[in-house]
């Protein structure tokens, strides 16, 4: 039987199949194609692209403008308009996106009748469901796949100008206390995992410090250069670790070493195998994200840290930096934010509690 209002169906041999439309016969009936596959969502998604492959023909566009559904604008965005510019982990987090959420609220519905209360209806029945960051990550991708329709001629109207979507959310930063910290890199030092004595004096995320490499370290100018990142992607039920770009443009950066962080990795690079790449080895040469996860929980739990992650080392960077006086445009910098807004939105609490502190002391000049 077909799932309901799709053309793909089970077949005796345990395989799926689904059939899309190519055209017509001389003699007036609609011609179909099929694409197999073990599994319903990977031939739910391979005819998707399909069709929209068919919105490229110029004989074929003008009935397919007509009566486009949402689901095939929506693939036609992915294949066409962010593949070929995207980095590869983030269209698959886009198609994550369409596939979980935008298909089974939107897919059937032709996209010149979606309506402005359709949209708004959806998200704030989500509102109590879904987390705030993610709501707003479906809304920026809808926003961005209509707005590109609406430039083609697809759509009358920007119908998503008026969605009201829920207040923006507070960060959650978890901050060790400086007691913590002591206790954290004493552990650290004791059983040699100076990779995150690196984080919490850097502010490197997880990904950029698994990728990184010697060459990124200017010993010259005791500095590193953050160039890559290491990424774990999810697609067709399985997952693949890659080295890619940093997070954004302005992730790469330089960060200057302290002298006992210098000293810390020459004495790592003394001891490293010969022929190392990465700085923080593993079974395969490098070590993944989930690793440096794990021996980071060993260490926590020993301590009874609650709440603590790879990410919290970064957060205290910030935090210590701004305890010592560091200012928000070059704390900016050193974090690879694109804006000083970014890193306000993430440590207002730490600069409210400076300006506090420095009024603390006023005495009245007359007195």
């Known amino acids: 039987m077909p799932r309901h209002g799709e053309n793909i169906y089970r077949r ?26 073990k599994r319903y969502n990977d031939v739910k998604r391979e005819l998707l692209l399909r069709k929209a492959e068919l919105c490229l023909s110029p004989k074929d566009a003008p009935q397919m403008g007509r009566d486009m559904l949402f689901q095939d604008r929506a693939a036609y965005y992915l294949e066409y308009k962010a593949k070929p510019f995207v980095k590869e982990s983030t269209l698959v987090s886009y198609q994550r996106l369409v596939f ?15 309506e402005p209360e359709t949209l708004q209806c959806y998200f704030s ?64 030092i004791e059983e040699g995992r100076s990779e995150f004595i690196l984080c919490l004096y850097t502010g490197l995320r997880l990904g950029e410090l698994c990728a990184l490499q010697w060459e990124d370290i200017d010993w010259a100018q005791r500095k590193i250069v953050v160039r890559h ?8 039920g399985s997952s693949k670790v890659i080295l890619g770009t940093t997070k954004t443009v302005s992730s790469q950066r330089e960060i200057p070493l ?23 080895t593993g079974k395969k040469g ?58 306000l939105r993430y440590y207002a609490h730490s600069t409210e509690e400076r300006r506090l502190e420095s009024v603390q002391d006023f005495t009245l000049l007359s007195a």
Request: proline letters at 3%; charged letters at 25%; glycine letters at 8%.
């Open 12 to 37: 005796k041999d345990g395989r799926w199949e689904g059939r899309y439309w190519v055209g017509k016969r001389t003699d007036g009936r609609a011609m179909y194609k099929s694409v197999y596959g």
């Open 100 to 114: 979980r959420h935008l298909i089974p609220a939107f897919g059937a519905i032709p996209l010149n009748r979606l």
């Open 125 to 188: 029945r989500t509102a109590g469901t879904l987390a705030c960051g993610t709501l707003r990550n479906i809304f920026s991708l809808l926003r961005t796949i209509l707005s590109d329709a609406y430039r083609d001629g697809k759509l009358a109207a920007c119908i998503w100008e008026n969605v009201r979507l829920p207040r923006r959310c507070k960060p959650d930063v978890r901050v060790f206390t400086q007691s913590e910290q002591i206790a954290f890199e004493r552990l650290a």
């Open 229 to 236: 990142s290491l990424q774990r992607i999810s697609q067709g």
């Open 258 to 280: 302290p002298g006992f962080l210098y000293d810390m990795l020459s004495g790592l690079r003394e001891r490293s195998p010969e022929g190392a790449r990465f700085v923080f």
């Open 286 to 343: 490098y070590c993944d994200m989930r690793t440096m996860q794990a021996r980071f929980k060993r260490l926590t739990d020993k301590l009874q840290i609650e709440g603590a992650h790879v990410h919290t080392l970064r957060h205290s960077f910030a935090t210590r930096c701004l305890e010592n006086g560091i200012g928000i445009e070059t704390l900016c910098a050193l974090l690879g934010h694109s804006a000083a807004t970014i890193t």
